[in-house]
């Protein structure tokens, strides 16, 4: 079984530019979460969805959104990107919400210039 | 608001020797806690989840004990080899909308 696939794995983007992520969970895993981990430090939580609905938010500002499709696939978008938001992007899934196991993609590469 | 912290930050050792990487956490109202391993500029590898109810996981060579009421846990590695070596998180979870917390991870570097 294939495992988080996560699309683009690279991306360089320009201050004040837009972005959109792309995550598919493993095969029935119905939550999908969504972390920053800048360069140094341990993964920081953005999102968690269950069931196509939010279910969680970490403490980042609004121009961080994200959606999850009926086939539980994700998008993560940041609009007016800010240097300090160049990181590393993972995304895991999990078959529940809140209680089970994360299995985490090979994360997307952001760089802001 | 839980707060994850590993020690030590970095760790070297000679392949073959036995090693304990410390995670604590300072809310012990926690669901489970995950180890994870990850290599330079890679996505997170899931080693081992304990839930709150055990003391213990073993998976081959490693062995993640839990102690809530401390606030502790750790990672025990035997016989060290070189393809051990990464970066290790440990990450808590509340079992609610929070996600996981994470420590800042230790890295570990086994030396041939």
């Known amino acids: 079984d294939a495992g988080v696939t996560q699309s683009p794995t690279h991306l360089i983007k320009t201050r004040g530019q837009h972005v959109t992520l792309r995550c598919s969970p493993i095969?029935?895993?119905?939550?999908v979460s969504w972390y920053q981990q800048v360069l140094g430090q341990g993964p920081q939580f953005i999102f968690q969805?269950?069931?196509?609905?939010?279910?969680g938010r970490g403490n980042f500002p609004d121009r961080f959104s994200a959606r999850q499709f009926p086939n539980y696939s994700s998008e993560l978008n940041v609009n007016a990107l800010l240097l300090g938001d160049s990181a590393l992007y993972l995304c895991?899934?999990?078959?529940?919400?809140?209680?089970?196991?994360?299995?985490f993609g090979p994360g997307t590469r952001l760089t802001v210039t | 608001k839980q707060e994850v912290t590993q020690i030590p930050a970095a760790l070297s050792v000679p392949e073959g020797e036995n090693l304990v990487l410390n995670c604590s956490f300072t809310d012990s109202a926690i669901y489970n806690l995950q180890w994870f391993r990850q290599d330079p500029g890679k996505g997170l590898t899931s080693l081992l989840l304990?839930?709150?109810?055990?003391r213990e996981q073993t998976s081959g060579r490693l062995n993640a004990s839990l102690d809530k009421s401390s606030g502790r846990s750790t990672l025990y590695i035997a016989a060290s080899q070189p393809g051990d070596s990464a970066t290790y998180l440990c990450a808590a979870s509340g079992g609610g909308a929070d996600g996981l917390t994470f420590g800042k991870g230790t890295h570990l570097i086994i030396q041939p």
């Open positions: 895991a899934s999990s078959l529940a919400y809140g209680t089970s196991a994360q299995y």
């Open positions: 969805y269950y069931e196509k609905e939010e279910r």
């Open positions: 095969s029935g895993h119905k939550s």
């Open positions: 304990i839930q709150s109810s055990q």
